[in-house]
């Protein structure tokens, strides 16, 4: 006899395994399926564990400026194979956390590969057997893995994909990453840092092509300040792999250039994990690997949903989360507010961080909003001049009728940490007379934010 649930889920990431907490909550029979690890590829293979190599990199990096700070520290070096395991065992750490949590709110975990063989009805391969499960509200919160272009596949020797760089068998000397979105550009800072001679090829016109333009060019003399080529308006379109060495075809305005590596990492995007789930059969729609969802993440077939990756942009882990709690408080009755992705905030991990949310200033006038635009420097900060971190900048987009703050953008140290106030003032219909009338704690990071804001008014005093 199948086990019966109010609401399953497929997918133990941090839209699944988020969703059936909140669903056992507010009082419905939950239960969650997971493939492989609880906490899914964020918490094992993606958002935790990057930032923790990032963080020795990081580490590494101040190490190296020690005579900055008035310090003395001989003979600095790295252990890659501690630096990776201490890596692994934050990331091990935490999915014993997922355990926990879910245990504590009493919901079922089943591990094995789901399908969907009906309405309501989810069919489970385990270790033991096949177990069949139904549920009033089934959510598929599978994910997604990297894309994989022809002539470009990962072999997990020369040419990487994520999990790949993640737990390295070696140090690349000479490394290609394709690709600098948020994924790519992490990697390239991780290993440029502990010394890798690192190209990116992006085939946009910038790097971190969806952040502004400005924040783009600032990022991008920064990486170049650190060692790194960047190669803009450029595409890779083969790789001959010979032992030890791979030599890349590189395009660039119609020319070829081969150009010789140890490593290649590619990070070309991602496809959504909706093979074999049995949709196709119950009239799901999907498009370009992604379910299509209505903004409450519906389906369209009664009972079914889906979050997360699989349901498209933006694919964030705190996306997946809020729209688990939203789909939950839904199944249970609730009123939830739809999860806009406007309100999403960015977040990338490199050296410097980049952070932003909402439009772009030029997003914003493609829209037709007449803005107001402010800027201040991480130069005309003390704290960031103290912390010896002086390169970077905030942004701030304004509609100069309303005063409404359209969209943020930060590059520099800790930005990822500072993008928050933005985006709460964005949640709270903030004006730019609020903002301005806002007394911020000095001295600390933060008053660049006012400091921007002020800018856009023409009411800058620190700069």
Same mark, same amino acid.
């Given at each position: 006899?199948?086990?019966?649930?109010?609401?399953?889920?497929?997918?133990?990431?941090?839209?699944?395994?988020?969703?059936?907490?909140?669903?056992?909550?507010?009082?419905?029979?939950?239960?969650?399926? $997971?493939?492989?690890?609880?906490?899914?590829?964020?918490?094992?293979?993606?958002?935790?564990?990057?930032?923790?190599?990032?963080?020795?990199?990081?580490?590494?990096?101040?190490?190296?400026?020690?005579?900055?700070?008035?310090?003395?520290?001989?003979?600095?070096?790295?252990?890659?194979?501690?630096?990776?395991?201490?890596?692994?065992?934050?990331?091990?750490?935490?999915?014993?956390?997922?355990?926990?949590?879910?245990?504590?709110?009493?919901?079922?975990?089943?591990?094995?590969?789901?399908?969907?063989?009906?309405?309501?009805?989810?069919?489970?391969?385990?270790?033991?057997?096949?177990?069949?499960?139904?549920?009033?509200?089934?959510?598929?919160?599978?994910?997604?893995?990297?894309?994989?272009?022809?002539?470009?596949?990962?072999?997990?020797?020369?040419?990487?994909?994520?999990?790949?760089?993640?737990?390295?068998?070696?140090?690349?000397?000479?490394?290609?990453?394709?690709?600098?979105?948020?994924?790519?550009?992490?990697?390239?800072?991780?290993?440029?840092?502990?010394?890798?001679?690192?190209?990116?090829?992006?085939?946009?016109?910038?790097?971190?092509?969806?952040?502004?333009?400005?924040?783009?060019?600032?990022?991008?003399?920064?990486?170049?300040?650190?060692?790194?080529?960047?190669?803009?308006?450029?595409?890779?379109?083969?790789?001959?792999?010979?032992?030890?060495?791979?030599?890349?075809?590189?395009?660039?305005?119609?020319?070829?250039?081969?150009?010789?590596?140890?490593?290649?990492?590619?990070?070309?995007?991602?496809?959504?994990?909706?093979?074999?789930?049995?949709?196709?059969?119950?009239?799901?729609?999907?498009?370009?690997?992604?379910?299509?969802?209505?903004?409450?993440?519906?389906?369209?077939?009664?009972?079914?949903?889906?979050?997360?990756?699989?349901?498209?942009?933006?694919?964030?882990?705190?996306?997946?989360?809020?729209?688990?709690?939203?789909?939950? $408080?839904?199944?249970?009755?609730?009123?939830?507010?739809?999860?806009?992705?406007?309100?999403?905030?960015?977040?990338?991990?490199?050296?410097?961080?980049?952070?932003?949310?909402?439009?772009?200033?030029?997003?914003?006038?493609?829209?037709?909003?007449?803005?107001?635009?402010?800027?201040?420097?991480?130069?005309?900060?003390?704290?960031?001049?103290?912390?010896?971190?002086?390169?970077?900048?905030?942004?701030?987009?304004?509609?100069?009728?309303?005063?409404?703050?359209?969209?943020?953008?930060?590059?520099?140290?800790?930005?990822?940490?500072?993008?928050?106030?933005?985006?709460?003032?964005?949640?709270?219909?903030?004006?730019?007379?609020?903002?301005?009338?806002?007394?911020?704690?000095?001295?600390?990071?933060?008053?660049?934010?006012?400091?921007?804001?002020?800018?856009?008014?023409?009411?800058?005093?620190?700069?």
């Amino acid at each position: 006899m199948a086990a019966t649930y109010d609401f399953l889920v497929i997918g133990a990431g941090p839209g699944g395994y988020v969703a059936a907490i909140r669903a056992a909550q507010l009082g419905l029979k939950a239960c969650v399926v $997971e493939r492989e690890n609880l906490g899914g590829i964020c918490l094992n293979w993606g958002c935790i564990p990057t930032k923790a190599l990032l963080r020795s990199a990081e580490v590494f990096h101040l190490m190296e400026r020690a005579k900055d700070f008035g310090l003395s520290a001989d003979k600095i070096d790295y252990d890659l194979d501690k630096v990776v395991s201490r890596s692994r065992g934050v990331a091990k750490q935490m999915e014993g956390g997922v355990k926990h949590l879910l245990k504590k709110n009493k919901v079922d975990v089943v591990m094995g590969t789901a399908k969907v063989t009906g309405k309501g009805k989810v069919s489970v391969k385990t270790d033991k057997g096949t177990e069949e499960l139904s549920a009033k509200h089934v959510v598929l919160a599978t994910g997604a893995r990297a894309r994989e272009l022809p002539g470009l596949e990962a072999d997990g020797d020369l040419v990487w994909t994520y999990r790949h760089a993640l737990n390295p068998t070696r140090m690349p000397k000479k490394l290609l990453v394709i690709g600098s979105g948020a994924i790519g550009i992490e990697f390239a800072s991780f290993f440029n840092t502990l010394g890798a001679d690192t190209t990116v090829v992006e085939v946009m016109d910038r790097v971190l092509p969806v952040e502004d333009a400005e924040i783009s060019a600032f990022a991008k003399k920064q990486f170049e300040k650190q060692g790194m080529k960047i190669m803009e308006k450029s595409a890779v379109k083969k790789l001959d792999r010979a032992k030890g060495k791979v030599t890349a075809h590189v395009e660039t305005g119609g020319k070829v250039e081969k150009m010789e590596f140890d490593t290649v990492i590619s990070a070309v995007g991602i496809v959504g994990n909706v093979e074999d789930l049995g949709l196709e059969e119950l009239g799901v729609k999907i498009d370009r690997t992604h379910v299509v969802v209505d903004e409450y993440c519906r389906t369209g077939v009664e009972g079914l949903y889906a979050i997360g990756d699989i349901a498209g942009a933006p694919w964030l882990a705190h996306k997946a989360s809020h729209e688990g709690v939203m789909v939950a $408080e839904l199944a249970a009755g609730g009123h939830p507010h739809p999860v806009r992705p406007e309100a999403i905030a960015g977040c990338t991990y490199c050296h410097p961080q980049v952070a932003s949310v909402g439009l772009t200033e030029a997003k914003a006038k493609e829209q037709g909003y007449k803005v107001k635009v402010g800027k201040f420097p991480f130069i005309g900060n003390g704290k960031a001049v103290a912390l010896g971190e002086s390169e970077g900048m905030v942004k701030t987009v304004f509609d100069e009728k309303t005063g409404e703050l359209l969209g943020a953008h930060m590059v520099g140290a800790e930005v990822t940490e500072l993008i928050q106030g933005y985006v709460v003032g964005r949640a709270l219909e903030t004006t730019e007379e609020d903002l301005m009338n806002t007394v911020f704690p000095h001295p600390t990071l933060s008053e660049m934010m006012h400091e921007s804001v002020l800018d856009a008014y023409g009411r800058a005093i620190h700069f």
